[in-house]
């Protein structure tokens, strides 16, 4: 199976502006990773960290364009040379041509059951095209997890260097390529041996408490397995779930549910078999999952600051990208539950790397199960340190365990009656120093676990579509999402996150692929015009979202990571859907002159 190369399309053009004072250089850019780039320059310069200001910005939709990139650093060095405030904006054209975009893959595979559907084997090997200047030796494969239950596999990426564009991380990366590919086989393999595609999910994709076979944890990890179990202190280890076993989640429930919502016992007709044939148009339905990592701990931990004003109000200081996934929302409700206070007194910093601490930023679905387990763990910093003051000087010495917060007031637990704002706490004349407390600050007293040994995020989608054998257009007739990723923090903010990464999915999936120029390289549809991409119009307006109720024991409230995995469904789902309507696997993009020229072919 081959992929073409997908562009991120921005909305957004990429820009940035810099300015040196004296020695000390500061950036203004949209980022997704401001501590990154700010590691970069010192990198590129060899001038201290201290003396480096990066202020991101919110940007339109990211996807992985907004990362790092090497025009920011061509601006700080063209403001060193002018002595003067530099900016770069690139605009549309420039910004899908000379950035970067998602690597070209090309997957082999193979998958082996018994007759009664139990995965017996699984073997891929896939190859990614890193353009010029591009690095990976592999794309994430956490999909390999997803369909652990087979006994033996073997799992192959090879990164290459050619002379196009340079490849980077987009969204779903790796989970939503090679993670199609192996649901494109279990579908051929569930047709052979008679079992509909959800049957066959059921039976062989992991469950909590199942192995995880991906191995590029084991192998990050310094001195192997039993060397970090063994250095983890007894209360750590508590706190730690099994390491290489999935601690929470699945695509059952999802599956199971969705089925349902979805009416699929009504609407499945069999493989490669419309349910509603009407002259040139067939209508059909499929299935696909998706399963991607909630944050990699390969490349730094994260952090954050949590501070009490005198005023009883909080800032959170956190380095998250903006980019149209709410995580100043989500970080800002992360603390306002973990402090008892409304999310009113909460404001947040995101971006500013002179306040806020180093974060490996928002990639890798890292924001709200590693981020937000870092603003968990410094607010609760935060609230002990406040407890203490107020069992001191407010309650007679009793003991900080017996209090809580709520709506802003501390009380002791199950006694609301007797309470004080947190601002007494603040402006008490203190036992120990005859002073008041200016401020509060909080911040994590522990490193989290390694999340790729015991997270992941699921996704399954089902999608009903009509395709026109005369023409080759398909249509996209009903959509229905279903999530787990833990708890739900925020509805609305997790349901965008769900449907955007089911049209970018459907879309990579129908219409998207760069066209380079065999001779140069070049890009030749690098504009919105010739780019073609899912519209509004598109996507049906009555597309539902299904949530899971797994709880994570170790995220934010149960919380994981969201915005990858329902990518990666969607393509799986909509190649599906295809074949059932017209029953040829049709390479992706399944644009009209690839259906018509795969119907031609039979």
């Not at 949590?306 to 929302?329: F, M």
């Not at 399944?590 to 020229?597: A, D, F, K, L, W």
């Amino acid at each position: 199976i081959f992929y073409e190369s997908q562009q991120y399309a921005p909305l957004g053009r990429n820009a940035a502006v810099a300015e040196w004072m004296g020695d000390k250089v500061t950036l203004w850019t949209s980022s997704q990773t401001p501590s990154e780039l700010r590691d970069g320059i010192q990198e590129a310069l060899g001038i201290p960290q201290s003396k480096i200001r990066v202020q991101a910005l919110p940007c339109g939709s990211s996807f992985g364009q907004w990362w790092s990139n090497n025009f920011m650093l061509v601006t700080v060095l063209l403001a060193k040379k002018a002595g003067r405030p530099v900016k770069i904006e690139l605009d549309n054209e420039e910004c899908m041509t000379t950035v970067k975009r998602r690597h070209q893959e090309h997957t082999i595979g193979r998958m082996g059951c018994t007759k009664d559907g139990e995965l017996t084997l699984a073997e891929f090997d896939h190859t990614i095209d890193n353009g010029a200047y591009g690095f990976k030796d592999d794309v994430g494969f956490f999909c390999v997890d997803m369909w652990g239950k087979a006994h033996h596999g073997d799992y192959k990426v090879h990164g290459v260097n050619t002379n196009l564009l340079t490849a980077g991380c987009m969204r779903g990366v790796g989970d939503c390529t090679l993670g199609a590919s192996v649901e494109r086989v279990a579908d051929q393999l569930a047709e052979k041996v008679g079992l509909d595609p959800i049957e066959f999910r059921i039976k062989n994709q992991i469950v909590e408490g199942d192995e995880l076979r991906m191995q590029h944890s084991r192998h990050n990890m310094k001195g192997g397995l039993q060397n970090y179990l063994d250095n983890l202190t007894d209360e750590f280890r508590a706190d730690v779930p099994k390491p290489f076993h999935l601690a929470a989640g699945s695509t059952r429930h999802l599956l199971e549910k969705g089925a349902e919502k979805f009416r699929w016992k009504d609407r499945w007709a069999g493989w490669g078999t419309p349910h509603t044939v009407d002259k040139a148009l067939r209508r059909a339905i499929g299935v696909g999952t998706g399963a991607h990592v909630c944050g990699v701990e390969f490349e730094g931990n994260t952090s954050a600051v949590v501070r009490i004003n005198p005023d009883g109000s909080v800032k959170v200081h956190c380095a998250v990208g903006r980019q149209g996934q709410g995580s100043e929302t989500t970080q800002s409700q992360v603390a306002a539950e973990t402090l008892g206070v409304s999310l009113s007194m909460v404001e947040i910093e995101t971006g500013d790397t002179d306040s806020c601490p180093w974060s490996h930023g928002s990639l890798a679905s890292n924001t709200m199960f590693r981020v937000g387990w870092a603003t968990r763990e410094a607010a609760l910093d935060a609230r002990r340190q406040l407890l203490d003051i107020a069992a001191r000087d407010l309650f007679e010495g009793i003991a900080p365990e017996t209090l809580t917060i709520t709506d802003g007031n501390i009380h002791v637990a199950g006694e609301p009656g007797k309470s004080h704002p947190i601002t007494d706490a603040m402006h008490v004349l203190r036992a120990d120093a005859l002073g008041q407390v200016s401020s509060i600050t909080g911040r994590p007293t522990k490193t989290m676990p390694p999340s790729t040994t015991f997270a992941r995020q699921f996704a399954a989608q089902f999608v009903e579509v009509e395709v026109d054998i005369e023409t080759g257009k398909i249509r996209l007739l009903d959509y229905l999402a279903c999530q787990d990723s833990g708890t739900v923090v925020n509805p609305q903010v997790l349901k965008n996150q769900v449907i955007g990464g089911a049209i970018v999915g459907a879309g990579f999936a129908i219409y998207e692929a760069l066209k380079f120029d065999k001779e140069t390289g070049a890009i030749k549809n690098g504009n919105l015009l010739d780019y073609k991409i899912l519209r509004a119009g598109d996507f049906p307006w009555q597309a539902d979202v299904l949530f899971g109720e797994s709880y994570d024991p170790v995220g934010p409230f149960g919380a994981r990571g969201a915005g990858e995995s329902p990518m990666a469904a969607g393509i799986a789902a909509v190649a599906q859907a295809v074949y059932n309507a017209i029953g040829i696997w049709v390479d992706l993009p399944m644009t009209p002159e690839n259906v018509v020229r795969a119907l031609n072919k039979v």
